[in-house]
């Protein structure tokens, strides 16, 4: 039986705009760059059904972004308001909470929480980090 390696989530697929929300692939087979086939293929798609662009969900930092970026994708920044409601949503944007965290701290900060957390799930789940990328046995090969 053959497994699949990799699956995507294309969204609202309207004649406006189709959205990338998830691509998921088995680290076993990232040499086979599934990731960049699945995105040719939603474009391949999305140029099939006319639809006038093809947005991959947040712009992220750190390594998502370049894989983003590699594969032809940019940031489009859209405009926010933020209205008050009450004293309450006044005093939360005055300090600025209607932000994420995130982009409240700087960007060598946040590079160095990504790379722990890194190195805890390493560290944590090594186990099952040696099995995810453990290729499986062909046929006619005794494991």
């Not at 039986?1 to 692939?25: C, D, F, G, R, Y």
């Not at 990731?35 to 639809?51: D, S, T, W, Y």
């Not at 949503?89 to 960007?107: I, N, S, V």
Request: hydrophobic share 40%; net charge positive.
């Amino acid at each position: 039986m053959k497994e699949p390696i990799t699956i995507a989530m294309i969204i609202n697929a309207t004649i406006t705009a189709a959205t990338l929300t998830q691509i998921i692939s088995l680290v076993r087979h990232r040499d086979k760059s599934p990731n960049n086939a699945l995105i040719a293929k939603a474009v391949e798609v999305c140029a099939e059904r006319q639809v006038k662009q093809l947005v991959y969900a947040l712009w992220p930092r750190g390594p998502l972004r370049e894989f983003k970026r590699h594969n032809g994708f940019e940031p489009v920044a859209l405009p926010r308001y933020y209205v008050p409601l009450t004293y309450k949503g006044r005093l939360a944007l005055d300090l600025k909470l209607h932000r994420g965290p995130f982009e409240r701290l700087p960007e060598e900060t946040i590079t160095f929480l990504r790379d722990l957390r890194s190195k805890f799930y390493g560290y944590r789940y090594k186990s099952a980090f040696a099995a995810l990328n453990k290729k499986p046995a062909s046929p006619g090969q005794s494991s």
